[in-house]
C-alpha cells in the first residue's frame, strides 16, 4: 500500500481512536490490547499507529525484558499484572505473558511441563481479566517466512533499525515451522468464547495497521463523548497575537544576570 494514500487513510481512524479515549476517559472502562506476531511482523508499528495521538498518561505501552532471576522465580503471570489497565487506560502490550507458548518453548526458555501449564492457566487468568470487567483484545500479527526474511535484511542492511536484530532474531530464523506448530497449539489452547484470538494478515504492514485499528474500533462500543470546550482568548502583545493567540516572546535577561 502507498504512503500517500495509507496515511489518507489512518487519520481519520486515528480521529477515532481519539474520540475512543475520551469515552475510556469519561466511563473509567478499562482496555488492554495484545499485539503478538512473529519477528518482524510489525507489532511496533502497528502500536504506534494506535498511540502516536494519544495521551501517553493515559495510552500506555509495555514491552518487558527477559524476566530477572526473581521474576523467573515467581508465578508465571505475576510480573504482567501490575502492567494492567487502571480506570480509563489502554493499554498495549507489545508482547505479552504469550511469550511462554512462543519463543520461550521455540527455542528452549521453558520446559515442556512449563509450557503445558501455562496453556491451561492462561484462559483461566484471562477469564479473571474479562469477569472483572477489562476489555481484552488478542491480535496475533501473520507474515510469511519469504517476508520475514526481507524484512530481516532490512534490519541488517539499516543502521536506523539495526538495534531491532537481536541474536534470538538470527537463531529464530532457523525455526519458522517450530514457531508455526508453537502458534497453532497456543491457538487451539487459548481461543476461547471471554478472549478470542484475532488474526490479522501484516505481510503489508500498512494495510494490516488500518485492519487491526478498524476491527478494534468496530468492537469498542459505539459511544460518542464531545471534545471539552475550551475558553480560548486571544492574547495581547505583539502585533498579530490577537489574532492567532500566541504569547508574545519574554524579554531579554538583564547582562550578566542569568537568575
Not at 32 to 55: C, M
Request: net charge negative; hydrophobic share 40%; proline share 7%.
Amino acid at each position: 500500500m502507498k504512503r500517500k494514500a495509507y496515511e489518507a487513510a489512518l487519520e481519520p481512524l486515528q480521529v477515532e481512536l481519539g474520540a475512543m479515549a475520551r469515552w475510556l476517559a469519561h466511563t473509567g472502562t478499562r482496555v488492554l490490547v495484545l499485539l503478538e506476531g512473529r519477528d518482524t511482523a510489525g507489532k511496533g508499528g502497528a502500536i504506534g499507529a494506535i498511540a502516536d495521538h494519544l495521551n501517553p498518561r493515559q495510552c500506555r505501552v509495555v514491552a518487558l525484558p527477559k524476566p530477572s532471576e526473581r521474576e523467573a522465580s515467581e508465578w508465571y503471570f505475576q510480573r504482567y499484572v501490575p502492567h494492567l489497565p487502571a480506570g480509563g487506560e489502554l493499554v498495549l502490550f507489545d508482547r505479552s505473558w504469550y511469550n511462554r507458548a512462543g519463543v520461550e518453548q521455540v527455542m528452549g526458555f521453558a520446559t515442556g511441563t512449563q509450557v503445558e501449564a501455562f496453556l491451561a492457566q492462561a484462559p483461566v487468568f484471562e477469564k479473571l481479566l474479562v469477569d472483572d470487567g477489562i476489555l481484552l483484545f488478542k491480535y496475533w500479527l501473520c507474515c510469511d517466512q519469504e517476508k520475514q526474511e526481507e524484512r530481516f535484511a532490512e534490519r541488517l542492511e539499516d543502521p536506523l533499525k539495526r538495534w531491532k536484530l537481536s541474536p534470538i532474531d538470527l537463531k529464530a530464523r532457523r525455526h519458522y515451522d517450530d514457531y508455526t506448530r508453537a502458534r497453532e497449539a497456543m491457538l487451539e489452547a487459548t481461543h476461547t468464547a471471554h478472549a478470542p484470538w484475532t488474526l490479522v494478515d501484516f505481510n503489508d504492514q500498512k494495510r494490516g495497521r488500518l485492519t487491526l485499528i478498524r476491527d478494534l474500533l468496530d468492537r469498542l462500543p459505539d459511544t460518542r463523548v464531545e471534545p471539552a470546550q475550551i475558553d480560548y482568548p486571544a492574547l495581547k502583545g505583539a502585533p498579530g497575537t490577537e489574532r492567532y493567540g500566541v504569547l508574545a516572546p519574554l524579554p531579554a535577561w538583564p547582562d550578566g544576570d542569568a537568575t
